[in-house]
């Protein structure tokens, strides 16, 4: 069995949340031989939604949360076992109470991005309830029609309220991204790595690749063969065993059906 690994912000998907090709009916054509795993630093569940609407993909195999999640045969495993989550958001929501803004919970990335409308010209809290190992939250202010825009102001606010909160033992706060107006807090140490390990063990016997564009799509073992779309890093593009001229989606295709061609390990 070929095990492909397979990255989504810039290699299912673009800025624009869409595929930049037909990926679905490629999909539909390809060998039973071989079976697609999402692996992103996205939720699972909202991995797997994405994956199901963008690529007509279902699959009980995921890693999430940039390793720290994995789905396998239905079942969801903590790999980096961090606690302490819900403590910490009861302590951030209190925080943030106290400065007369909205806080809502649910699957903020897929409200932002369907721009989702809310009570007009208010500061807004908008946590991520899909996360079970990591934090992720927008802080930005809703215009006239309610929709989530970004505000400098209130972003730094947010920040540093943020930073005044202890954080749970294993967990670190890297990414303040003003740019998007969200704060993303990473499981110390782990790595999309850590969510194949894991999938290694269950199927020994599997030949594993991984289609990335980024540095943190290489996979920590000379086993797994990387493939590269064109819009992927420097240093993913150097270990890659080959490397599509086909950006995003038409790169995954490119990458997929060089896959479809390698001789099956006996």
């Known amino acids: 069995m070929k095990m492909v690994m397979v990255d989504q912000d810039g290699v299912l998907m673009g800025r624009n949340y869409q595929t930049t090709a037909d990926v679905k009916s490629f999909l539909q054509g390809l060998p039973k031989e071989i079976k697609i795993i999402p692996n992103s630093d ?4 909202r991995i797997s939604n994405n994956f199901e609407v963008l690529a007509g993909l279902q699959t009980d195999v995921v890693i999430g949360e940039k390793g720290a999640v994995v ?3 239905g079942r969801i495993s903590l790999i980096s ?25 649910g699957d903020s990335a897929t409200w932002i991005r369907e721009g989702k409308r809310f009570a007009s010209n208010r500061r807004m809290l908008i946590i991520d309830g899909l996360r079970k190992q990591t934090i992720g939250f927008y802080i930005r202010t809703t215009n006239s029609d309610g929709v989530a825009c970004l505000d400098d ?12 909160i202890p954080l749970p033992t294993g967990l ?9 107006g969200i704060i993303i807090m990473n499981a110390i140490g782990v790595s999309k790595t850590d969510g194949y390990r ?7 016997g599997a030949v594993f690749y991984m289609i990335g564009d980024g540095d943190m799509d290489i996979i920590d073992d000379p086993n797994v063969i990387h493939c590269a779309v064109a ?36």
């Open 42 to 45: 996205t939720p699972v569940k």
């Open 71 to 73: 789905l396998c045969g």
């Open 81 to 105: 076992n961090i606690q302490g989550i819900g403590d910490y958001l009861k302590r951030l929501r209190r925080a943030f109470s106290n400065l007369d803004c909205d806080i809502v919970t």
């Open 153 to 164: 102001l209130w972003f730094n606010a947010g920040v540093a309220i943020t930073k005044s």
């Open 172 to 180: 670190e706060a890297k990414d303040f991204n003003a740019k998007y």
């Open 198 to 204: 894991f999938l290694r063990q269950k199927y020994p």
């Open 231 to 266: 819009n992927a890093s420097t240093n993913f593009k150097k270990i890659a065993r080959f490397v599509s001229d086909k950006e995003i989606t038409a790169g995954l295709i490119d990458c997929l059906q060089w896959i479809v061609k390698q001789r099956p390990v006996s």
